[in-house]
């Protein structure tokens, strides 16, 4: 191998880590890993894991906590979790991914103005698309929940940048904005900005929305 194409060589793998490191906020790692995720905010809270049986399919489980804008109904589902990358593009300088990601499991529902609780089986199917580069960040998920007689359907939107290029090893700082809605449980855009810190295995970021209510996420994988 002459030179020039080692120099190429070199920056391919570079651009690759790099991307890898981004890519760390899709909803799996690489195979046989473990991932954790976790979302908090005052009316949703979602601890997730999940292990990667191959590069493109995890399994594994979550807990979720959603309530009404005026705390009046709240439901928590305990599910187990598959996630599938169904398509990948790689570019020059950029990914994309489709992925699947879909749960089954038991939701508790609760009516707290009328002091009633119920419990009915519930699916949670969705897809999620991302694109990604070492400064640009973009992804939107739409996912139903959806159980007899409910309709939680949950759509989101982000879209961020780094504030400047790391080393693979090193942690990036992000910018990142986030819209996103609840079907019945509430009728506002919930809209987030937050600052990220990603390293090659893990991120964790914060905000406040245009509720005044303070938002935390984080990923790890181990």
């Known amino acids: 191998m002459n ?4 120099r190429w060589h ?6 690759t880590c790099m991307i890898s490191s981004v890519s760390r906020a899709a909803p ?3 195979k046989d890993s473990w991932m954790s995720m976790g979302d908090f905010g005052s009316n949703w809270q979602e601890l997730s894991f999940n292990y990667a049986l191959t590069p493109r399919d995890a399994l594994g489980g979550s807990f979720t906590h959603m309530r009404s ?3 009046q109904q709240s439901l928590e589902l305990v599910d187990a979790t598959y996630t599938h990358l169904l398509k990948r593009w790689n570019m020059k300088h950029a990914q994309s991914n489709l992925w699947f990601i879909g749960g089954v499991g038991a939701a508790k529902i609760r009516d707290h103005a009328e002091g009633v ?3 009915k089986p ?17 992804s939107t998920l739409g996912r139903l929940y959806r159980a007899e007689g409910v309709n939680h359907d949950y759509g989101a939107v982000r879209t961020g940048f780094s504030f400047y290029e790391t ?3 090193q942690t990036q700082p992000w910018f990142i904005v986030e819209a996103r809605r609840m079907h019945d449980l509430s009728d506002k855009t919930e809209i987030t900005p937050m600052l ?4 090659k295995d893990y991120f964790i970021e914060a905000g406040v929305n245009n509720s005044h209510q303070v938002r935390f996420n984080f990923m790890y994988i181990f």
């Not at 990604?132 to 973009?138: A, D, N, S």
């Not at 990220?196 to 390293?199: D, E, K, S, V, Y």
């Open 196 to 199: 990220r810190f990603i390293n």
């Open 167 to 169: 080393e693979y090893t």
């Open 69 to 71: 804008d005026d705390k």
């Open 10 to 15: 070199a920056l391919a793998i570079a651009i």
């Open 117 to 119: 609780s119920q419990s």
């Open 3 to 6: 030179i020039k194409l080692r």
């Open 28 to 30: 799996m790692g690489f």
């Open 122 to 138: 519930m699916v949670s199917p969705g897809v999620q698309w991302d694109y990604e580069t070492t400064r640009l960040y973009f």
